[in-house]
C-alpha cells in the first residue's frame, strides 16, 4: 500500500536545520503521528526528490537516520515500507530529541539512577539552548528507588547482603544525573527559553529491577536491569558488588501510533502510565535531601 502524499510539506528557508534534516523530520512525524502507518510504502527516492526540489542524495541522506530508528525498512524490489514498531529494542536518544521538536514535552522515568536520561537529555538541551530546538513547555519526572533505605540490588556480592555505603556510592551517581536534569532543564525557563519548565524527583522504597520511559504519553520504552557482579571503590577499598545495569538495558517501544489487530502497543502506553501515575501518587515520596 503506498503511503498517501499529503504528509509532505514545502522546506522552510529561514529554517536552520538541513534540507535533509527537515525532511527526516517531517517524515518522522508523520509515522509518530499516525499519519503513515506500518506497512506504508513510501513515494520513491525520485519522486520524493522531486516534490521537495532537492537531489536524490539529499534524499538518501534524509531517510538514513529513519533506518536508524527502526522506522524504515528497504525491500529490495519493492520500496521502502514504514515498520512495525512493536516489541522492537531502540535507542532512546533519537525518541526523546523528537519529542523536544513538539510545542509540548513530557517525560516520565521510573528506575535506578536517571543516568542514561541525564546524558541523553545533556545533547538535547544544549540542542534548546543554541535555538535548533524550540519547545514552549517542558516537564520531567523522575521516580527513584531510595539510596536511604535498604535494598535488595544494589548490595555486596560476597553476602548478597544490603550495605549502607554500597548505597551511598549509588546515591552520589544518582545525585549527580538528578542535579544535571533539574539544573538544565529549570537553566531554560530562567533565560526565558521556554514558557515552563519543571523537573520533579520522587523516590520509592521498591528495589530497581526495571527502566521505563514515558513520552508525551504516546510512547513507551522498557527494559530490564541486566544484574551484573563487578568491582567498585568504597572507602578506596576495591568491594564486589551485585549491580543493576541501566547501561546494559534492551529498550523495547511501545507506541499509540502501532497498528494492526495484534499490536499491544496503545495499550501497553495505558498502562504504563497508569502505573506511573498510581505509584507518584501513593508509595513515592520527595527525594531525600
Given at each position: 500500500?503506498?503511503?498517501?502524499?499529503?504528509?509532505?510539506?514545502?522546506?522552510?528557508?529561514?529554517?536552520?536545520?538541513?534540507?535533509?534534516?527537515?525532511?527526516?523530520?517531517?517524515?518522522?512525524?508523520?509515522?509518530?503521528?499516525?499519519?503513515?502507518?506500518?506497512?506504508?510504502?513510501?513515494?520513491?527516492?525520485?519522486?520524493?526528490?522531486?516534490?521537495?526540489?532537492?537531489?536524490?542524495?539529499?534524499?538518501?541522506?534524509?531517510?538514513?537516520?529513519?533506518?536508524?530508528?527502526?522506522?524504515?525498512?528497504?525491500?529490495?524490489?519493492?520500496?521502502?515500507?514504514?515498520?512495525?514498531?512493536?516489541e522492537l529494542p531502540v535507542g532512546l536518544r533519537p525518541h526523546i530529541a523528537a519529542a523536544f521538536e513538539r510545542p509540548h514535552v513530557a517525560i516520565d522515568f521510573a528506575g535506578f539512577s536517571g543516568e542514561t536520561l541525564a546524558n541523553t537529555l545533556a545533547e538535547v538541551l544544549d540542542k534548546v539552548r543554541a535555538g535548533r530546538l524550540t519547545p514552549?513547555?517542558?516537564?520531567?519526572?523522575?521516580?527513584?528507588?531510595?539510596?536511604?533505605?535498604?535494598?535488595?540490588?544494589?548490595?555486596?556480592?560476597?553476602?548478597?547482603?544490603?550495605?549502607?555505603?554500597?548505597?551511598?556510592?549509588?546515591?552520589?551517581?544518582?545525585?549527580?544525573?538528578?542535579?544535571?536534569?533539574?539544573?538544565?532543564?529549570?537553566?531554560?525557563?530562567?533565560?526565558?527559553?521556554?514558557?515552563?519548565?519543571?523537573?520533579?524527583?520522587?523516590?520509592?522504597?521498591?528495589?530497581?529491577?526495571?527502566?521505563?520511559?514515558?513520552?508525551?504519553?504516546?510512547?513507551?520504552?522498557?527494559?530490564?536491569?541486566?544484574?551484573?557482579?563487578?568491582?567498585?571503590?568504597?572507602?578506596?577499598?576495591?568491594?564486589?558488588?551485585?549491580?543493576?545495569?541501566?547501561?546494559?538495558?534492551?529498550?523495547?517501544?511501545?507506541?499509540?501510533?502501532?497498528?494492526?489487530?495484534?499490536?499491544?502497543?496503545?495499550?501497553?502506553?495505558?498502562?504504563?502510565?497508569?502505573?506511573?501515575?498510581?505509584?507518584?501518587?501513593?508509595?513515592?515520596?520527595?527525594?531525600?535531601?
Open positions: 500500500m503506498n503511503a498517501p502524499a499529503d504528509f509532505l510539506a514545502r522546506l522552510d528557508p529561514d529554517d536552520p536545520r538541513t534540507p535533509s534534516a527537515q525532511i527526516t523530520n517531517q517524515i518522522r512525524a508523520a509515522i509518530k503521528l499516525g499519519k503513515l502507518q506500518a506497512g506504508e510504502r513510501l513515494p520513491s527516492q525520485p519522486d520524493l526528490a522531486e516534490r521537495y526540489g532537492v537531489a536524490r542524495e539529499t534524499v538518501k541522506a534524509a531517510l538514513r537516520p529513519l533506518y536508524a530508528e527502526r522506522l524504515l525498512i528497504s525491500r529490495q524490489g519493492s520500496g521502502v515500507f514504514v515498520r512495525a514498531q512493536t514552549e513547555s517542558i516537564a520531567v519526572r523522575m521516580m527513584l528507588s531510595d539510596p536511604s533505605v535498604p535494598l535488595a540490588l544494589p548490595c555486596r556480592a560476597d553476602t548478597a547482603a544490603d550495605d549502607p555505603a554500597v548505597r551511598k556510592r549509588a546515591d552520589r551517581i544518582t545525585r549527580r544525573a538528578i542535579d544535571s536534569i533539574v539544573d538544565g532543564v529549570q537553566e531554560l525557563a530562567e533565560l526565558g527559553l521556554v514558557s515552563s519548565a519543571t523537573a520533579e524527583v520522587r523516590a520509592h522504597s521498591a528495589s530497581p529491577l526495571f527502566k521505563l520511559y514515558l513520552i508525551n504519553d504516546e510512547e513507551a520504552f522498557f527494559g530490564f536491569y541486566p544484574v551484573l557482579e563487578h568491582v567498585v571503590t568504597i572507602d578506596k577499598q576495591p568491594v564486589s558488588i551485585f549491580d543493576p545495569m541501566g547501561k546494559d538495558a534492551t529498550l523495547f517501544h511501545f507506541s499509540t501510533g502501532d497498528d494492526g489487530d495484534t499490536s499491544n502497543g496503545p495499550l501497553y502506553v495505558a498502562q504504563a502510565r497508569t502505573w506511573f501515575d498510581s505509584l507518584w501518587s501513593t508509595i513515592s515520596r520527595e527525594y531525600p535531601a
